[in-house]
């Protein structure tokens, strides 16, 4: 049961009402609850999606260039986001009927998935035998010429991807078999989890969906190789070791100001505004402790008073116990 809503009988409106109002909706708008499945947590950190973002930018660009040769049309490729999923997960989120590619990637075990939408595949395939390319393309499996016709393709985008990936892993993709339905795609265990690469594919004027999709437990050590500092050569330690010596040096040979005093006594105002020539003021500094050395008001050292000929001077007793004896 609803119940109407009130309106403010004056016409003007309340401004701390539109106010919240316009907070709640601008709030609504921007938080977006994201599901987290504990029994799953994610381990594709922030450097690894970074290493792996950088590789897949490039295989984007490098696969633009091949889908525009091949087609000899205005193709683009853009990265649409790397996620990490099941390979249950991935499988519902294609097309019942597609065209799927499994590839093998030695030395990394496991197989992995290059998803290309049967539309596209089938535009693909009447562009490269010279026919317009045109949207409305049927929806079957592909011939043994139409087969032939775009493994080269494929073929061609693999070797792009091996040379974008060269920096975290030196893959060796081949091509193991092609798969029209996704549930038939045994390529890891539905609880597997996978490495899922989602790429804007436009042909002409018309946008697709592709995607490939890689073994998570077995990328993951190179990506942790990848994200390990560069190991630092014995002319870099020789370097670091000088600069060090170098600033150790020049260090010891700033003059900074040194002040040797009593430790400080606290006066309340009105005996401070008292003092007149000649009054005698009692310090908190005893007769037996010796004086503080300190440079920017921090003590450093401890010293006793003391003369050189016929100047001032102060002899070192103590050094690293000030803070020690300040505190007391």
């Known amino acids: 049961m609803s119940l109407p809503t009130a309106l403010p009988s004056s016409p003007v409106a309340d401004p701390r009402r539109l106010g919240a109002t316009g907070r709640s909706r601008r709030r609504d708008g921007a938080a977006t609850a994201v599901p987290y499945d504990f029994r799953r947590p994610i381990q594709l950190s922030r450097e690894h999606l970074r290493i792996l973002q950088v590789g897949?930018?490039?295989?984007?660009?490098?696969?633009?260039?091949?889908?525009?040769?091949?087609?000899?049309?205005?193709?683009?490729?853009?990265?649409?986001?790397?996620?990490?999923?099941?390979?249950?997960?991935?499988?519902?989120?294609?097309?019942?009927?597609?065209?799927?590619?499994?590839?093998?990637?030695?030395?990394?075990?496991?197989?992995?998935?290059?998803?290309?939408?049967?539309?596209?595949?089938?535009?693909?395939?009447?562009?490269?035998?010279?026919?317009p390319g045109q949207a409305d393309q049927p929806q079957r499996p592909l011939t043994e010429i139409e087969s032939g016709v775009i493994a080269g393709l494929v073929e061609r985008l693999l070797a792009e991807m091996r040379y974008s990936l060269a920096a975290i892993v030196a893959l060796d993709p081949e091509v193991t078999g092609v798969e029209y339905s996704p549930q038939f795609a045994q390529v890891a265990g539905a609880a597997d989890v996978m490495v899922s690469v989602g790429l804007d594919l436009r042909i002409d004027e018309r946008a697709h969906r592709m995607s490939l999709c890689l073994p998570f437990g077995g990328l993951l050590p190179h990506l942790t190789?990848?994200?390990?500092?560069?190991?630092?050569?014995?002319?870099?330690?020789?370097?670091?070791?000088?600069?060090?010596?170098?600033?150790?040096?020049?260090?010891?040979?700033?003059?900074?100001?040194?002040?040797?005093?009593?430790?400080?006594?606290?006066?309340?105002p009105a005996t401070l505004s008292d003092l007149r020539p000649g009054d005698v003021l009692r310090l908190a500094h005893p007769a037996s402790a010796p004086l503080d050395v300190t440079v920017d008001e921090q003590a450093f050292a401890h010293a006793t008073a003391g003369t050189q000929g016929a100047r001032l001077a102060a002899l070192i007793v103590a050094a690293g116990a000030a803070h020690t004896q300040e505190n007391r």
């Open 225 to 268: 190789a990848a994200a390990a500092p560069a190991p630092v050569s014995s002319r870099e330690r020789t370097q670091r070791a000088e600069a060090a010596a170098l600033l150790h040096e020049t260090f010891q040979e700033v003059p900074v100001d040194v002040a040797v005093r009593f430790r400080s006594t606290a006066v309340d």
């Open 56 to 131: 897949f930018d490039g295989f984007a660009r490098q696969a633009t260039t091949v889908f525009t040769s091949a087609l000899r049309s205005v193709c683009q490729v853009s990265l649409a986001g790397i996620d990490q999923r099941t390979y249950a997960e991935y499988v519902d989120s294609l097309a019942p009927t597609t065209y799927l590619t499994l590839f093998a990637l030695d030395p990394v075990p496991g197989r992995g998935v290059l998803d290309l939408p049967l539309n596209a595949v089938m535009s693909c395939v009447d562009h490269m035998l010279g026919g």
